[in-house]
């Protein structure tokens, strides 16, 4: 069993930047895919970022240029860096760990682009 524990959300200015962490608990992080999702108000959840165990990467073609997933399985923790941000951003993003048949989820993090 993985728990996942979001941080690093709040209140930003459009072009400004964040970086969400997601501290995840239990064993074989290594051996997850993780993934950063987004849902705004009234909107679906969405994809926004992807990360193997491999270390390779995939973006949502709004972040691409601007986001950057990683992970440091010494740390058990992904990592969301988000550069240049957007009103249109503004969203509560969650932390997903998958491996197989099982998926994980955080409880998610506020995030705000907002003069």
């Known amino acids: 069993q993985v728990q996942l524990v979001e941080s690093g959300g709040g209140l930003v200015q459009p072009g400004g930047s964040l970086r969400l962490s997601c501290a995840a608990s239990?064993?074989?992080?290594?051996?997850?895919?993780m993934a950063w999702y987004r849902q705004a108000p009234g909107n679906q959840r969405e994809l926004v970022a992807t990360?193997?165990?491999?270390?390779?990467?995939n973006y949502a073609d709004s972040v691409k240029g601007r986001f950057t997933i990683s992970r440091d399985n010494a740390k058990n923790t992904v990592y969301l860096q988000m550069n240049s941000l957007k009103p249109e951003d503004t969203a509560v993003y969650y932390c997903?760990?998958?491996?197989?048949?099982?998926?994980?989820w955080g409880q998610g993090t506020q995030v705000t682009v907002s003069s």
């Open positions: 997903n760990a998958h491996l197989g048949p099982w998926s994980h």
């Open positions: 239990g064993s074989g992080f290594a051996r997850y895919g």
């Open positions: 990360i193997t165990s491999g270390g390779s990467t």
